[in-house]
């Protein structure tokens, strides 16, 4: 009963996030700050308490980390780029449902984490993963952001969530910048799995499908900044790019998790 009620506390910690950006007159105020916070906090001391000093990366586990990260990392994004924080009406909701697949899921198999890799690169390892895909999950948003807004502006029809949403520019500037953050921390997180796939095996990639994932999702990315950098691609032409590559690195980090922890046990 007791971790029944904190899993549905770090959920509910999730709700006024997904209120606030629907205010008449929305603003970056300090509601908005303490909204944000409590959404960060709910899951992260939920995942706490679950691993109590062991990191034991089940599935729900998984889901609670990628809410809060990509929380965090959409918070520093609302602080430094101009009008980032107009996607909270987008994010938040997803990170509810995400969450609520995380609750059903609470009872799967959660086993501790044994590689035989310096603790260092571990921990390393995780971070960078992890912070990696709250980048490429605000990105994707954005991304997703433009889409609707350029939908609206063809049919001329504004909807209540567009009009809470930033401007297709802003947008697109906005995915661009994660992108580009998130692809350089994405080579660091390929370059530490190497050591630590290194460290146990004595070679330095093998190819199972959380690599090769990863890998495809890298190179997607890449050829997206490649594409922009040099013609200018964008719009539903880089929705597409940025959707596939968020889509690859899902199945490669929660989609594995959930293969192995969930169908498989």
Same mark, same amino acid.
């Given at each position: 009963m007791h971790d029944t009620l904190f899993n549905l506390s770090a959920l509910l910690a999730l709700v006024p996030a997904c209120v606030v950006g629907w205010r008449r007159?929305?603003?970056?105020?300090?509601?908005?700050?303490?909204v944000l916070a409590v959404g960060v906090a709910g899951p992260l001391a939920w995942v706490v308490v679950q691993d109590a000093g062991a990191w034991r990366p089940?599935?729900?586990?998984?889901?609670?980390?990628?809410?809060?990260?990509?929380?965090?990392?959409?918070?520093? /994004?609302?602080?430094?780029?101009?009008?980032?924080?107009? +996607?909270?009406?987008?994010?938040a909701p997803y990170l509810l449902i995400v969450g609520g697949l995380a609750t059903i899921w609470y009872h799967a198999p959660k086993a501790a984490l044994t590689t035989v890799a310096p603790t260092a690169w571990v921990h390393a390892h995780i971070l960078v993963s992890v912070v990696t895909y709250g980048l490429l999950t605000v990105a994707a948003v954005a991304e997703?952001?433009?889409?609707f807004q350029e939908r609206a502006l063809k049919r001329k029809r504004p909807t209540a969530l567009t009009r809470r949403l930033p401007a297709v520019a802003d947008c697109e500037a906005l995915a661009v910048r994660l992108l580009v953050i998130g692809e350089i921390i994405l080579a660091l997180g390929l370059m530490t799995g190497m050591a630590m796939q290194y460290?146990?095996?004595? /070679?330095?990639?093998?190819?199972?499908?959380?690599?090769? +994932?990863?890998?495809?999702?890298f190179l997607v990315i890449g050829i997206l900044l490649v594409a922009h950098f040099r013609s200018g691609v964008r719009g539903r032409v880089a929705a597409r790019f940025v959707l596939v590559a968020y889509l690859l690195l899902t199945l490669g980090y929660p989609g594995v998790k959930f293969v192995t922890d969930v169908l498989m046990a």
């Open positions: 007159q929305p603003a970056l105020d300090v509601l908005y700050w303490l089940g599935f729900s586990t998984t889901l609670w980390v990628i809410i809060a990260a990509s929380l965090a990392v959409f918070a520093a /994004a609302a602080a430094r780029l101009p009008q980032a924080w107009r +996607l909270l009406p987008l994010l997703l952001a433009a889409f460290a146990e095996s004595g /070679a330095l990639l093998t190819f199972d499908h959380k690599t090769v +994932l990863t890998v495809a999702a």
